[in-house]
């Protein structure tokens, strides 16, 4: 049974940081891609950033230079730093994996998702 399970969600002021953490279990890890997605209300799931297993990262426009996506293999586990955080980072982050090899921003290619974190960035 393949899990995915996010934390280090909170509430933070506007130019905040926070750690997300994402822990794989029941998949083989260097199979998969992963990636972070967000989704505020009212809004569609959209891309944040993509870590491959030889460590390609990929990252949104609106992230680019404040987030930081990075893995331990050995526990199975990819981070999101956030930093210089915004009003408009506020949304349900989650985690994925895909098999598509060099990772996806289709949110269509991922298999396998975590519950979310809720991120609240207070202005």
């Known amino acids: 049974q393949v899990q995915l399970v996010e934390s280090g969600g909170g509430l933070v002021q506007a130019g905040g940081s926070l750690r997300l953490s994402c822990a794989a279990s029941?998949?083989?890890?260097?199979?998969?891609?992963m990636g972070w997605f967000r989704q505020a209300l009212g809004k569609e799931r959209e891309f944040v950033a993509v870590i491959t297993w030889s460590a390609v990262t990929n990252y949104a426009d609106s992230v680019k230079g404040r987030f930081t996506v990075s893995m331990d293999n050995s526990k199975a586990t990819v981070y999101l730093q956030m930093n210089s955080l915004e009003p408009e980072d506020t949304a349900v982050y989650y985690c994925a994996a895909t098999r598509k090899w060099g990772g996806s921003t289709d949110p269509q290619q991922y298999v396998y998702w975590g519950q979310g974190t809720q991120v609240t960035v207070s202005s």
């Open positions: 029941g998949l083989t890890f260097r199979n998969y891609a």
